[in-house]
């Protein structure tokens, strides 16, 4: 089984609609991280966690919102989905050390139609 | 300016050719370097990471170069299946472990 799995896998919607992205990861790390991609641009940052209590804005926060609801999941809303937030969107988490590096879900492909 | 800055290529090379990817950051306070592989629309994974004196694995060298802050990727004898986006990846630590990607640079071997 995958260590960090997406739900869903692929999504179209239209604008203004509500849509959650979630991500779960059985790697035991604290922190988790969500990024879109955009062709040319990219990984960007949009939010991230480094245990339950702490979430951070990244880059690109605006328009996006997050719950950590546990260790193991980390959730992404658009709370009014736009056309120009389609995009491939990735959850990573990574442990705390600084030599430590991010193990990515298998993405999300959301289209704002 | 960008954090991590990279050719987009597309670098097309033969089958058994050697190529070389350079990456340079913006911030001299970057500790941690890596290098990623991303197959098309499929999810980054780790390729090795950079250590200042340099790694090999197999096929594949990194090198860390921090006076010009720079590091390298060197692919020899490429593979069909070496075929890919790479990604450089810079790690702050007072930032916390927040990564900065490059935009990649794409490789195609043909045979």
């Known amino acids: 089984d995958a260590d960090v799995t997406q739900t869903p896998r692929n999504r179209i919607t239209k604008t203004g609609k509500r849509i959650m992205l979630e991500c779960s990861q059985t790697?035991?790390?604290?922190?988790m991280y969500w990024y879109r991609q955009d062709p040319g641009l990219g990984l960007r940052l949009i939010y991230y966690s480094f245990d339950v209590k702490d979430i951070n804005k990244g880059e690109i926060s605006d328009g996006y919102s997050v719950s950590r609801q546990a260790q193991a999941k980390f959730s992404l809303s658009l709370e009014s989905a736009i056309p120009n937030q389609t995009a491939l969107y990735f959850c990573a988490t990574s442990d705390s050390g600084l030599l430590d590096t991010q193990y990515f879900g298998p993405g999300t492909r959301l289209t704002v139609l | 300016r960008k954090e991590v800055e990279q050719d987009p290529g597309p670098f097309n090379v033969p089958e058994g050719a050697t190529v070389a990817f350079n990456c340079t950051y913006s911030n001299s306070a970057s500790q941690s370097f890596f290098w990623y592989r991303q197959d098309c629309r499929k999810e980054p994974k780790l390729l090795m990471s950079v250590y200042s004196s340099g790694n090999e694995d197999g096929r594949f060298t990194a090198q860390l170069n921090r006076a010009s802050q720079y590091i390298s990727l060197l692919i020899r004898d490429s593979k069909l299946s070496d075929s890919a986006t790479y990604l450089c990846v810079v790690n702050r630590e007072y930032n916390f472990n927040k990564f900065y990607f490059g935009s990649g640079t794409k490789l195609n071997v043909k045979p």
């Open positions: 790697k035991g790390h604290d922190r």
